[in-house]
């Protein structure tokens, strides 16, 4: 019955960890975890506020998770533990969920970085211009 209850207080202590680090802005895009969307990879300063913003709720999820694996060791019943072990997992994947959401809807205000343009190529003397009306024609 033990392993029942560290099932949330394992993924909340992890989980919780890891909205820590967002929240703080530890996290990078090549650690691969945190917000991974199209708009959160554009930049690191677009993972940064993704993360940031998602902290709190996967923070919150952690935390919930590992109170309902507490509260599940207290349950007289294994009913009530698997049940108190259920809540805090559910818990966990909608507060991570909500995070993840907001966090990916931060990221779309950041700018896209700008695409690089002709001046770093070695095509020179105009080689860029011409490449590009041959692709207009």
């Known amino acids: 019955m033990f392993v029942i209850a560290l099932v949330p207080i394992v993924l909340g202590a992890v989980v919780g960890w890891g909205g820590f680090l967002g929240l703080r802005e530890r996290l990078t895009r090549a ?3 945190g917000v991974r969307t199209a708009a959160s ?3 690191e ?4 506020l ?3 913003v998602a902290g709190i709720p996967t923070l919150a999820g952690g935390a919930v998770a590992v109170v309902a694996g ?3 060791l207290a349950m007289p019943t294994t009913a009530g533990l698997v049940a108190a072990a259920v809540v805090g997992v559910l818990g966990l994947a909608v507060m991570v969920l909500a995070g993840a959401r907001l966090g990916a809807r931060a990221a779309l205000t950041v700018p896209a970085p700008a695409p690089a343009g002709c001046s770093g190529c070695a095509c020179g003397a105009g080689g860029c211009g011409v490449l590009q009306k041959a692709d207009e024609a």
Do not use: E, V
């Open 41 to 43: 990879l554009r930049s």
């Open 50 to 52: 993704a993360n940031h």
């Open 70 to 72: 507490l509260a599940g």
């Open 45 to 48: 300063a677009a993972f940064k």
């Open 31 to 33: 650690s691969g975890t």
